[in-house]
């Protein structure tokens, strides 16, 4: 296992036609099928809660996207002898690599075993020597596609594997195969398991920083498309993914300035759905794009002459360092401003409360950011007992009675995207697996 580069220097992105250029044309040169209006009413709405399995864990098809609040709780877990998981571990790693005397309801059977004991235990010992055989006799599955099911478990299991044990050299044997699901798979479920599966496997299978850009470049195509690229027009779930996973890897670039004018056409389109997961998943990557646009003063910056909230030199609120604006993200923010603020307020009766709720937390958020974006989650403007604002206030329980406080966008995105694939097991791995702790560095206070 690699320690990783988490701070790469430069994305370079071809830019994705706007909506204004694509309103010209018949036919997205890159889609299969003409693009219809952004995710509108025709978008499945995926859930934010999935129901437990027999095992207590989620069924490990899906891909939860929690909020943060459904995090605060951690569910406790019953305490397995390691030589009963472990010895459990060793026959669905058997049973998935002996395609020669397995059905499809075994092979089934096998991966979703494999995929709840890997979300609930972090098993990088008993994977050692393994990983290459599992990750062939997985692909087969993908490739094969005789059901569904098997094609979803077997992308989320390989997911699983990798944020487990990552690998320099999976990302090539893992890139084609996935794409070619996504892009031609009969089955939604396994397009909307690909895209996920396909950032895991850019973020920890050794993608080089070209490949890291191919790949959102292919995510928001998908978005800019609305589904249509790997035809999923207006679907939803398939957008949602890509928005999601596009910010996952966004989150390992530090530059992001050439990206940034063709991803924020496409996310503001996005705003217009009708879809609130697909709202929330483009507001929250704008908000991380705007929060890009800052970095920490060098030493040959120059102050600027006041620090008043219009300055592009501020300062955080906990006196920390000074921060500059170094390019513009979007050129019509006051349009940017006004709908964000009307997301912010939704009332429509088409809503349920619970999204309605979700709209007005998190468009509050993005709205703070897109006006002064060195504002984390959370922020408030509330002054502490020294005369200070108090800042992000978003906590996360971990073990012990300890929160950790999630007080930049990058490290949220970072952590829905672990937490979309580990779900219940995020608390755990957080707390045992080094490839996660070490990725999420936060502040934790002590319980």
């Known amino acids: 296992m690699r320690e990783r580069d988490l701070r790469k220097q430069a994305l370079e992105s071809g830019k994705t036609v706007s909506r204004a250029a694509r309103s010209k044309l ?22 934010r809660n999935v129901s437990d399995d027999e095992d207590g864990l989620s069924d490990t098809t899906q891909w939860s996207s929690a909020s943060i609040d459904e995090m605060l709780s951690p569910t406790e877990e019953k305490e397995e002898a390691p030589e009963i998981w472990t010895g459990i571990l060793d026959d669905r790693i058997n049973e998935i690599c002996d395609r020669k005397r397995s059905s499809m309801q075994g092979r089934e059977e096998a991966l979703q075993g494999f995929a709840v004991l890997l979300t609930r235990h972090y ?5 050692r ?11 087969k599955s993908v490739k094969a596609a005789q059901s569904e099911r098997e094609v979803a478990l077997a992308l989320k299991a390989l997911a699983l594997l990798l944020v487990t044990d990552p690998s320099d050299a999976v990302y090539d044997a ?23 599966c396909l950032g895991v496997a850019t973020f920890y299978g050794g993608a080089s920083l070209e490949e890291t850009a191919e790949t959102m470049e292919f995510f928001l195509d998908i978005v800019s498309s609305d589904g249509a690229l790997v035809e999923e027009t207006d679907n939803g779930e398939v957008v949602t993914a890509a928005i ?17 004018e063709a991803a924020m056409d496409t996310f503001v389109d996005q705003l217009e759905s009708a879809n609130p997961e697909v709202q929330i998943a483009a507001g929250d990557a704008i908000a991380l794009l705007y929060e ?12 600027a002459e006041d620090s008043d909230d219009d300055s592009d030199d501020v300062n955080n609120h906990r006196d920390g360092p000074r921060m500059i604006k170094r390019y513009t993200v979007y050129r019509q923010q006051h349009l940017l401003l006004q709908t964000l603020t009307a997301l912010s307020k939704a009332s429509s009766k088409r809503l349920s409360k619970k999204d309605r709720k979700q709209l007005h937390m998190t468009f509050t958020d993005i709205l703070h950011t897109v006006e002064k974006p060195t504002r984390g989650p959370r922020y408030s403007t509330a002054l502490d007992e020294d005369g200070r604002e108090m800042g992000s206030r978003m906590k996360v329980a971990v073990y012990g009675g300890g929160r950790m406080t ?42």
């Not at 098993?123 to 994977?127: T, V």
């Not at 910010?247 to 940034?260: C, H, S, Y």
């Not at 995020?426 to 999420?440: A, R, S, T, Y």
Request: hydrophobic fraction near 35%.
């Open 129 to 139: 020597g393994k990983t290459d055989e599992l990750v062939t006799a997985m692909l």
């Open 26 to 47: 018949n036919t997205p040169s890159s889609s299969r099928a003409n693009s219809a209006t952004p995710s509108r009413v025709g978008s499945r709405v995926p859930s």
């Open 244 to 260: 999601e996973e596009w910010g996952f890897l966004a989150t390992q670039i530090e530059d992001m300035e050439d990206a940034t």
């Open 174 to 196: 893992l890139a084609g195969p996935v794409k070619t699901c996504i892009s031609d798979s009969q089955h939604s479920a396994a397009k909307v398991a690909g895209i996920h």
């Open 406 to 447: 999630i007080d930049r966008w990058w490290k949220l995105q970072r952590m829905n995207g672990l937490k979309r694939l580990l779900g219940e097991g995020f608390l755990v791995h957080f707390q045992g697996n080094p490839v996660v702790f070490e990725g999420l560095p936060v502040f934790v206070e002590e319980g």
């Open 292 to 303: 890009k646009s800052y970095t920490d003063a060098e030493s040959d910056d120059e102050p």
């Open 123 to 127: 098993a990088l010992e008993q994977l």
